[in-house]
């Protein structure tokens, strides 16, 4: 009896240990590989994230040829999250039309086989030939600035037509990085798209809805032929008294400066209300030509009045040995920024 039970729990060991060994067999291999991957996508999500270094580690995961689907965020923005791309030899083309849809670009229009798309704020052109598969950058006059053949970037798969990432890149002036893992796509882009000019505009419209509501009298610096300008007075008003005198004498001073649109220049004057004088009364039209600036007034010399006239080209700064002055005419109250490399370091 005791050697029968001794036959059956073999039987069971052996069994278990055979089932094991096969299952071993069937999961490390797949385990391993799930650990590697992770390894991999631990290195990835590390505070200095390197999406080029990114790409690197997920060549060997990027899906086969074909088309894809993948999210696509345009300057940080979700856009979509079925935009297609199309893989081929590992490199990611990108769909031109639904990039067109996606950024709701109404500028654009094809003729005889050449898509001609406008962007950004001044509307600046690209030529897109989709049959010599030449791409041409221009200004908005029509100045080509670049021309080139994109033979091997350009493509067309199932009614679908696809620019490689590198060449889209250069036609839409966008830096883009492609994230194989996740499956997504970020566009950054140096030209401001639709939904930035619809900011730009919105901002604009509220800025003159708060200056209609203000009630404010604005200088502005377009040449026009009268502008009520702005005006600045002062008045002071002095006490003394001296060791051996009894009475304390008392004195003011009053002078009343102005500045606006004038005949298309800028006038400026002052008055001394006191002594009731004109000041020197000056009109001043600035780069009349070439950067030039043309200057003319009635100076005053004590009693009497000269009137001069100078033309010249104001540099907007001179020197003083160590020191360097920035000069530059302003209406009077206004506020001025000091602005260095686009930051305003001085007010």
């Keep these: 009896m005791k050697k029968k039970y001794f036959i059956i729990v073999a039987l069971i060991l052996i069994a278990q240990e055979t089932f094991s060994k096969e299952l071993r067999n069937e999961i490390i291999p797949h385990a391993t590989k799930e650990v590697e991957y992770l390894e991999k996508k631990e290195v990835q999500s590390g505070e200095d994230e390197d999406y080029e270094n990114q790409e ?40 031109l039309y639904d990039f ?23 509307g600046t052109p690209r030529e897109i030939d989709l049959n010599t598969k030449i791409i041409e950058k221009k200004t908005k006059s029509g100045k ?27 036609t839409f002036d966008s830096v883009i990085k492609c994230n194989n893992e996740k499956l997504s796509i970020n566009m950054s882009t140096k030209f401001e798209t639709p939904e930035d000019i619809k900011v730009i505009l919105q901002n604009k419209i509220n800025n003159a809805s708060e200056q209609k509501e203000s009630k404010e009298i604005l200088y502005t610096s377009e040449k026009e032929l009268f502008t009520l300008g702005n005006a600045r007075i002062n008045l002071s008003q002095d006490f003394s008294k001296g ?16 500045s606006g649109g004038l005949l298309y220049g800028n006038v400026t004057t002052s008055y001394n209300v006191k002594e009731k004088e004109l000041g020197t ?3 001043v039209y600035k780069d009349i030509w070439r950067g030039h600036t043309l200057t003319t007034g009635s100076y005053s010399t004590g009693k009497k009045r000269e009137l001069g006239l100078r033309f010249e080209k104001e540099r907007g700064y001179f020197s003083t040995g160590k020191e360097v002055v920035i000069r530059e005419r302003v209406p009077i109250g206004s506020v001025v920024e000091l602005i260095f490399l686009g930051t305003a370091i001085d007010i």
């Design 281 to 283: 009364v000056e009109l």
């Design 144 to 170: 080509t600035l670049s021309r080139k053949n994109y033979e091997d970037s350009i493509i067309k798969k199932n009614g679908v037509i696809y620019i490689k990432k590198s060449a889209f890149e250069e």
């Design 56 to 95: 690197l580690l997920l060549d060997e995961y990027i899906q086969e040829d074909g088309e894809g689907i993948y999210d696509f965020y345009i300057n940080g923005r979700g856009v979509s999250r079925t935009y297609p791309v199309y893989i081929q030899n590992k490199e990611v083309y990108l769909s």
């Design 100 to 122: 067109i849809d996606l950024l709701e670009i109404k500028d654009y229009k094809k003729r005889n086989g050449v898509l001609i798309v406008k962007i950004g704020i001044d």
């Design 243 to 258: 060791a051996e005198e009894k009475k304390i004498k008392n004195d003011w001073g009053g002078n009343l400066e102005y």
